[in-house]
């Protein structure tokens, strides 16, 4: 294991508060978080070059990241495993339970909902609706799936603050609205449309399709001819 080279900073350092991580070091905190896992059930260390080599950065990216941590390592000894995590969970503001509801409850929603993952992270699923009929009723992972128009009162009862949408991208923005006003304070979308909310409603898409296309252009630029 490669010793980090950067003093420590003293270990009761809390971050700024004024201090804002960009989107892509927060997506890189995530990284880092898998990649703790096992040396955290182990009680180990880790160094920055370890994580950069899993992450696939560069190691100084890996240390201002944990910079705006304010709890960083021991030089020549690396980051406590266990302690770095709880930072990263505290940071990314998974350090405790979030409540949330699902609509549309179709394959997409029950692959997501037999996912064991999103509780080992601290996201419990508390509500499932769909406005089929059909469906209406039926127990899906240990939940009734419940009427689409009874979210309004539901949300609130069931203290959820986020919402997950599988549903197409008609319907889409009308339940991304009724989910706001019940009071959801974010949204992961699944739904191939961008939705509009109020800019205190936070929104992640999740677009398959264009997934598959970045993935198409990173292999198209890799197999491309070098140029003479």
């Not at 201090?19 to 260390?45: D, K």
């Not at 609130?156 to 009308?174: I, M, N, R, Y």
Request: charged letters at 20%.
């Amino acid at each position: 294991m490669v010793p980090d080279r950067e003093a420590a900073l003293p270990s009761g350092r809390t971050p700024d508060p004024d201090a804002r991580l960009s989107r892509a070091a927060a997506q890189r905190l995530s990284q880092y978080l898998r990649c703790l896992a096992a040396p955290t059930r182990n009680g180990g260390t880790v160094s920055s070059v370890d994580l950069a080599r899993l992450v696939g950065v560069s190691a100084a990216q890996v240390r201002r990241d944990l910079a705006a941590l304010g709890h960083l390592g021991q030089r020549g000894v690396g980051y406590e495993a266990a302690g770095l995590a709880t930072a990263i969970r505290r940071t990314l503001g998974i350090d405790r339970t979030w409540r949330a509801v699902l609509v549309g409850v179709g394959n997409l929603a029950r692959a997501l909902l037999r996912y064991r993952g999103f509780r080992d992270q601290g996201f419990l699923i508390v509500g499932l609706f769909d406005s089929d009929p059909a469906k209406i009723g039926q127990v899906v992972e240990g939940l009734t799936v419940e009427p689409a128009w009874t979210i309004p009162s539901r949300v609130p009862a069931v203290k959820a603050e986020l919402g997950v949408l599988t549903v197409p991208s008609d319907p889409a923005q009308g339940v991304a609205d009724v989910l706001v006003a019940a009071g959801v304070k974010g949204l992961l979308n699944f739904a191939p449309v961008l939705l509009r909310t109020p800019p205190a409603v936070k929104v992640v898409t999740v677009d398959l399709a264009i997934q598959l296309e970045q993935l198409a252009f990173l292999v198209q630029l890799h197999d491309l001819p070098a140029e003479a």
